[in-house]
């Protein structure tokens, strides 16, 4: 039996890591206002008193837009919590798995970003998502260091559950064309950190999503499609094509931002199920649980 403490358990993957974490897997949740990760004397009298095998870190300032404003609370969720933990996972002699984002990339590339590519973060967000990264190398090397994108589940806001919400309301959508990336269930997700927990000896920087990848518009079609075929929709919805220029945002986005998961793929012995796969098993699960 494997002791992990899980902090963030209050968001998306918090949540979805409670549900999976299977049999062999003693899963200490902490919300938000249970831990404060920027407080590293809070941070280490916990783990003190739990003693876990593995610290996972699914909690950050994610408010992307924001960010742009709200500079000292993004460094303090996404660089000085990330701090604290591997302070005092060295100190406790815990493994660490800290997840990051596709936005620690400039978006410049053409195809899929390897895990040691060059970053470039262009937004406040970004910026302090790949200092959190640095933070975390500096003092526990051996920490795994997971980066995602576009993740949405059952749980909490996303973009899934606004464009469900945005169809029901309205006959027209007009959604971003030219960035690309690939969505993640955060279900699927946090069955691929319990594959990472039970792989001690993998350490460095990983990417994981699903299979593929869409435009943010392609992926309100596949909302809609899908939606429609599963009555969570009553009528079609036009969706029409826009520019990112035509959609301004605080927050520059990257217009490019598909990971590579080969090396993921090969050490804890999973492949990626494709993005629309899991958009369809997300749907069902949110019907089931809001009753349609």
Not at 50 to 62: D, I, Q, R, S
């Amino acid at each position: 039996m494997q002791k992990v403490l899980v902090v963030g358990a209050g968001g998306q993957l918090g949540q979805e890591l409670q549900r999976t974490s299977g049999a062999t897997i003693d899963c200490l949740p902490m919300t938000r206002a249970e831990l404060d990760i920027a407080d590293l004397h809070a941070v280490t009298q916990r783990l003190a008193e739990v003693a876990p095998h593995l610290v996972v870190n699914a909690a950050a300032y994610t408010a992307v837009d924001k960010a742009e404003s709200d500079v000292e609370a993004a460094q303090r969720g996404n660089v000085a919590g990330p701090l604290a933990l591997a302070q005092a996972c060295a100190q406790k002699g815990a493994r660490l798995i800290h997840l990051s984002t596709d936005f620690v990339f400039d978006g410049g590339a053409s195809q899929p970003y390897k895990p040691d590519a060059a970053t470039g973060p262009l937004s406040e967000y970004g910026r302090s998502k790949r200092a959190g990264e640095l933070a975390v190398q500096s003092v526990l090397p051996e920490a795994v260091i997971l980066r995602t994108g576009w993740v949405y589940s059952s749980y909490g806001s996303n973009f899934v559950k606004t464009m469900l919400r945005l169809m029901r309301e309205r006959g027209e959508l007009a959604v971003v064309a030219d960035q690309i990336g690939t969505p993640t269930w955060a279900h699927g997700l946090a069955e691929v950190v319990w594959a990472f927990a039970a792989r001690p000896e993998l350490t460095g920087v990983y990417h994981w999503s699903d299979g593929g990848f869409c435009s943010w518009y392609d992926f309100a079609v596949a909302i809609a499609e899908e939606a429609l075929a599963l009555d969570l929709l009553t009528t079609p919805v036009n969706i029409r094509p826009i520019a990112a220029v035509e959609y301004s945002t605080p927050a520059p986005r990257p217009a490019y931002s598909v990971l590579d998961k080969t090396s993921s793929w090969r050490d804890v012995a999973m492949v990626s199920a494709h993005w629309r796969q899991q958009l369809r098993a997300m749907l069902e699960d949110y019907k089931v649980r809001n009753d349609g």
